[in-house]
């Protein structure tokens, strides 16, 4: 009989569905400015949350800019992201999406891998009445350190296991002790901080090979 070796993955999203980082695409004129503090949140070198509302406090992205990145999200996603969602999802494996990213921009990009609103959970942004930038949610777990692990704590209450997790940032990894196994997915960046301590690596641009581990025949 074949069946699934894990029932449900959950992935991240910047660098690991679509080869860009949402808030770094966001940053025009700062991005080099912008990329160094998300780099070093996503090395461990720093918390998260001593960048996360800095970085939206210096682009202060609108809503139509937001719009915009989602539309970026699916022109830059991964080679094999969309088949691979697809026959995970055909091979009875619940898929989710646990991003520290803007809500609003990676739902279109959900949307478009064929996933519900429901299975996404991300960092809300706000807007006022004319579409500019009004600040976050400063309450989402996702947006400090440890909050993957916080938020995959209750999916567990509602996730067929095991969960496979898959993930190339240093929040991802705080999520290991609540999933079954961690895959870092080096094809966009490689982080040794991350990789070295991932039960398995994937470092080609393709996430074909994740079909592999996660789907197989059961000897019985």
Known sequence: MTTPRFRTVVFDCDSTLSAIEGIDELAAGRRDEIAALTDAAMRGEVPLETVYGARLALIRPGRSAVDALGARYIAAAIPEALPTVRALRRGGVAVRILSGGLRQAILPFARWLGLADSDVRAVDIHFDDAGRYAGFDESSPLARSGGKRTVMDAW?????????????????????????RFIAFAGVVDRPSVTAAADAVIRELSLHPLLAEVLHTDGG
Not at 166 to 179: C, Q, Y
């Open 156 to 180: 567990r209450a509602e996730l067929p296991g095991p969960i496979l997790m898959v993930g190339d940032g240093m929040t991802d990894l705080e999520a290991r002790p609540a999933v079954d």
